[in-house]
């Protein structure tokens, strides 16, 4: 007899048994659920399964802990996402969720939207864009600053140098603090990996970069609206003609007691015929004069706000310059140390057309020949806001009369401005509506006269606090504080 012959066919044989799989089982118990038949495969798979007789073809009293079972596996990406998004902030905002699994790391990686990266080579590596592929703000500013410029760094340097956004550990005989930055090739080689790995990206700040890095950037992130440049020069401004959707530009020329770059009339020229469609723009430790301003007036029209923060524009004339803005609506001075110091002939100062708003911030006031040259180009201003500048005295504030349609006044750490000064000026403004005066101190209560204090209640918003400790004073004036519990506390 042939072996063929010998083999045995009963479906009880060992060698005609096939494995269980949980496809068969559910096909051949359709009323099965899917826990019951995974809980069967795996009490067949398991090696306890063929000591113990089988009472039935699903024994369900099987020692399996299904808390241990991932339910989020059968959850799609897009599902989990959402689910994710309606975690609290106060979630959000830790790594917890990444710690979960390496699928959940992922999804929580997709889900980033803002980063302020700490390590430039995280970026070089490419991981930045292949944990983070969705990015669309970038803060590269401290990553460009490379921890260790000094081959011989000390070992624990506790000195932390700040700058605004920007921080990073410095050694005690440091003296230059420009050799803190990283070499403009390294950071050109960052902005091309993260052009190829980040097409989102829509907000960018970067230090040291150059206009062959800023190409490269632009030739992949099509998109990129906002850009902020740090130690800009006019050459890479070259390279800004390439980001065509940009609406929002930040240069920052130079910082002092950090590093240097000059931003000039040339560099302003560049800047103005490449983008024609900013919507706002700050210039900050930026030169240039009436050229420079005068060519973006002329070639960005929808610009609507102008930042001008530490300029060093020693030539002058860029107060002139404001009238060629057509579509302007708010002007930002801030931390000047002089407004104009050579605004040109009286007839050159015209009024900006669409000019809403004028902010005084930080800044040295007591200029009266930039001070009368700025207020008669802003005299059509509806808001005008003064806040922590020295310099502004009575004169000063008096060429103020030269606003037509004020509405809304701030005058906020104006601490030389006396109550007669102040008077003498708003009393002109017939459309004054609000008025916010606080930390004021040379303004006092007791020097109010019957006519502003008749403009106060006409007024339809009125903050009255120039003087802290008076006002402190006053609100506690009956509330018997300070009177060790005398009032509450009465013997009956």
């Known amino acids: 007899m042939s072996f063929r012959e010998k083999m045995p066919t009963s479906p009880k044989s060992p060698l005609r048994r ?49 808390s241990k079972v991932d339910r989020t596996l059968s959850l799609p990406d897009s599902l989990l996402l959402r689910i994710l998004q309606k975690l609290p902030d106060s979630q959000n905002n830790n790594n917890d969720v990444s710690l979960v699994c390496k699928r959940w790391l992922s999804l929580q990686g997709r889900r980033l939207r803002t980063l302020k990266l700490l390590d430039y080579d995280f970026l070089l590596s490419e991981k930045l864009t292949s944990r983070f592929p969705k990015l669309t703000s970038i803060d590269l500013s401290n990553a460009c600053m490379n921890p260790n410029p000094n081959p011989n760094p000390p070992r624990n340097s506790n000195i932390l140098l700040c700058h605004k956004s920007t921080s990073f550990h410095v050694s005690s005989d440091s003296s230059n603090w420009e050799e803190n930055l990283l070499p403009s090739e390294v950071i050109d080689r960052g902005l091309r990996v993260l052009g190829r790995g980040s097409c989102d990206l829509l907000k960018l700040v970067v230090t040291n970069a150059t206009e062959l890095g800023l190409l490269g950037l632009a030739e992949h992130c099509s998109d990129l609206q906002e850009l902020e440049l740090r130690k800009c020069n006019d050459n890479i401004l070259r390279g800004i003609a390439a980001c065509e959707s940009l609406r929002v530009l930040r240069l920052v020329g130079s910082v002092e007691g950090l590093y240097t770059s000059s931003v000039s009339d040339i560099g302003l020229t560049i800047l103005a015929q490449g983008c024609k469609g900013l919507v706002k723009l700050e210039l900050s430790g930026c030169e240039g004069s009436f050229d420079g301003i005068k060519a973006i007036g002329q070639c960005c029209e929808v610009l609507e706000e102008l930042t001008i923060c530490d300029h060093r524009m020693d030539d002058g004339g860029w107060i002139a310059a404001l009238s060629y803005f057509g579509s302007l609506k708010r002007l930002r001075v801030l931390s000047c140390r002089k407004i104009d110091s050579s605004p040109g002939p009286e007839k050159m100062l015209r009024s900006c057309p669409a000019l809403e708003s004028l902010e005084l911030v930080r800044s040295c006031l007591n200029d009266k020949e930039g001070m009368r040259a700025l207020f008669k180009v802003c005299d059509g201003v509806k808001r005008v806001y003064i806040q922590d500048c020295w310099g502004l005295d009575d004169d000063s504030f008096s060429l103020a009369k030269a606003f037509r349609k004020v509405r809304f006044v701030s005058l906020e750490g104006c601490s030389v401005l006396t109550t007669g000064g102040l008077e003498s000026v708003i009393l002109h403004w017939e459309e004054l509506e609000s008025m916010r005066v606080v930390s004021c101190k040379n303004i006092k209560d007791c020097e109010i006269s019957p006519a502003l204090s008749s403009l106060f209640s006409l007024l339809k918003e009125l903050t009255w606090r120039p003087d802290t400790r008076s006002h402190l004073s006053s609100k506690l004036e009956g509330a018997g504080i300070g009177k060790r519990g005398g009032k509450f506390f009465k013997k009956r």
Do not use: M, Y
Request: net charge neutral; glycine share 2%.
């Open 18 to 66: 096939r494995r269980s799989s949980w496809t068969g089982s559910w096909l051949n118990h359709p009323t099965t659920s899917f826990k019951e038949v995974v809980s069967a495969v795996i009490q067949s798979q398991s090696p306890r399964s063929t000591s113990k007789p089988q009472t039935s073809d699903f024994d369900f009293n099987i020692d399996f802990d299904f």
